[in-house]
């Protein structure tokens, strides 16, 4: 449930739908994620989300990158789907075989059962 509506918010802010682990789009915009459990206490669970944004232009890969930010994080007490979420880390890079720009980012999302 709560892949399922990150998914949604991204693909709704971006009009790109995310595709698991890798991507085919070469020289198109493109989302690849990862998500996992990494901690769950019985009362909290933390999932880590992480994006890699794919651009014609690193400016392209920033810009989209930034509009998935912008519809995940959660701000103080907010929450979005039950969950608090925040960016925590990330970066930026060129592949050498494609040439192709690239933004990694990494969202912690926390939900309480």
Do not use: W
Not at 94 to 102: G, M, R
């Amino acid at each position: 449930m709560i892949l399922s509506s990150l998914l949604g918010a991204i693909q709704q802010a971006t009009g790109i739908a995310p595709q698991a682990y890798m991507t085919e789009k070469a020289g198109k915009p493109a989302i690849t994620y990862s998500f996992y459990r990494a901690t769950d206490n019985g009362a909290v669970a933390t999932y880590r989300l992480q994006t890699r944004v794919f651009g014609k232009t690193q400016e392209q890969a920033i810009e989209v990158e930034q509009k998935i930010t912008d519809s995940l994080v959660t701000l103080g007490d907010s929450t979005k789907f039950g969950c608090s979420i925040s960016s925590n880390g990330g970066g930026a890079l060129i592949d050498a075989n494609t040439n192709t720009p690239q933004v990694l980012t990494y969202f912690d999302v926390v939900a309480k059962h």
